[in-house]
DNA sequence: CAGTATCCGGCCGGATACTG
DNA sequence: CAGTATCCGGCCGGATACTG
């Protein structure tokens, strides 16, 4: 056994004991996870360039990145064609649609409230401010 | 006019043109901020010693951080007794508060769907094991 | 008690170039 | 087309020590 175990590193140290959604969180709420999601779902069925295209600020090796951890995760689901140039289509699982209703719930609570938070934030930053 | 714009440095290129509910997840999810939120929702007006606490593995600078956030963002509510020792109590807002049914329907997601998460990992690396 | 100060490592994501 | 390879910077978060 080779020396003791220094607390250095970084353990998850997972907050979810105190939170029933800390999963859901390091499952679905990444940079591009959301986009990547919300664009399958609209427009189903799409290839690597597709998506490229609707996400257009994402770069490759990121859109891959995130696309496998998505596929790991049984949220999508990716079709491999061999031929010649190779055709790679990628569609939502129904693990991935079921969380439409959740995404709608979000982006529900966005409309209704985003003004609100920004407000809050211009009221904090004049009150810091002085 | 020193320099063109160099596009070197992280400009936050929001994915979200794609996606209606990115803003949300910058404000809601990210490591921390769920468990705060959840605690202080669950727990009510709480002192900063006892969401150390409860939430057990966060740090103090970690926590303070958050907090302000959220502060600034209208989440919750910091109040400052000033007494000796000083007293602070954070308490959930309205807007924070109208979180509630979102973090409900994420947690039943999580009861419902972690499982199979869980599977579809499991089977994914014994694939990309043969 | 409720923080702040300092240092520091890792990881995520971006830029750029290249490939079966 | 659908990626991989390489390099690299910043930021988030952790560890530790200290303060009005």
Redesign the interface.
Same mark, same amino acid.
């Given at each position: 056994m080779a020396g003791k175990p220094t607390r250095t590193a970084r353990m998850p140290?997972? @907050?979810g004991? $105190?939170?029933?959604?800390?999963? %859901? %969180?390091d499952?679905v709420?990444s *940079? /591009?996870t !959301? @986009?990547i999601l /919300?664009?399958l779902n609209e427009h189903g069925r799409q290839r690597f360039v597709e998506l490229e295209r &609707?996400? $257009?600020?994402?770069t490759p090796k990121v859109l891959t990145q995130r696309l496998r951890q998505l596929? &790991?995760?049984? #949220?999508i689901v990716r079709t491999y064609h061999p031929e010649v140039p190779p055709r790679v289509e990628y569609e939502i699982s129904d #693990?991935g649609r079921?969380?439409a @209703?959740?995404?709608a719930? #979000? $982006?529900d /609570?966005?409309? !209704?409230? #985003?003004d609100?938070?920004e407000? $809050? *934030?211009h009221?904090?930053?004049v009150r810091a401010a002085r």
């Open positions: 140290t997972s @907050p004991s $105190a939170c029933p959604i800390s999963p %859901v %969180v499952i709420f *940079r /591009w !959301t @986009p /919300w664009t &609707r996400i $257009a600020t994402i596929e &790991r995760d049984g #949220l #693990l079921s969380l @209703p959740l995404f719930h #979000l $982006a /609570w966005v409309t !209704t409230n #985003l609100t938070v407000q $809050a *934030r009221d904090y930053d």
